[in-house]
């Protein structure tokens, strides 16, 4: 289940380095590795499919992703799984990332809450933190100098800062 949203601000702004963009001090890649490895394998034995993996990631402040085929899910619509290289950090997104805003993920609720119950008991076993997708497309006023590498028009948001390329 993710963070309620007080807790996840306050997990969002503690881990908010302004030394270290795409990943923290002491990170250890290949334990990340093992672990986003893992959390393939028991997705794709979850949902008894076959999810398209990204490990290639690269200037970018999440590990990876892991697509979860629309044919293996209740909704009838693929889900992405992000891992951050902050904190433990996980989102899911109905669809693409970013493709529903809150109310349209409302109305799908009932037809995801089995998709969703599935990947969170995935995360929460392996240690991985879910954050609500709503909160990362919160406008990014962080402690970073991340605003200044973007124009007005197109202001990072917390999801830049934790799961997107930089």
Do not use: K
């Amino acid at each position: 289940m993710p963070l309620d949203d007080q807790h996840a601000w306050e997990l969002l702004r503690a881990l908010d380095d302004p030394d270290h963009m795409e990943f923290p001090r002491g990170y250890d890649h290949t334990a990340a590795r093992a672990r986003f490895d893992r959390l393939a394998t028991r997705l794709d034995q979850r949902f008894q499919c076959t999810c398209t993996v990204d490990r290639e990631v690269q200037d970018a402040s999440h590990h990876g992703t892991i697509v979860i085929p629309d044919a293996a899910t209740a909704s009838g619509e693929h889900l992405t799984v992000t891992i951050s290289n902050f904190g433990n950090l996980a989102t899911l997104a109905l669809g693409n990332p970013r493709s529903h805003d809150e109310e349209e993920e409302e109305e799908r609720e009932p037809c995801q809450n089995t998709d969703r119950h599935r990947v969170d008991e995935e995360l929460e076993a392996l240690g991985y933190l879910p954050i609500s997708e709503h909160l990362l497309g919160t406008r990014y006023d962080g402690v970073s100098d991340l605003v200044s590498y973007f124009p007005a028009e197109h202001s990072p948001t917390w999801r830049t800062r934790f799961f997107d390329y930089l």
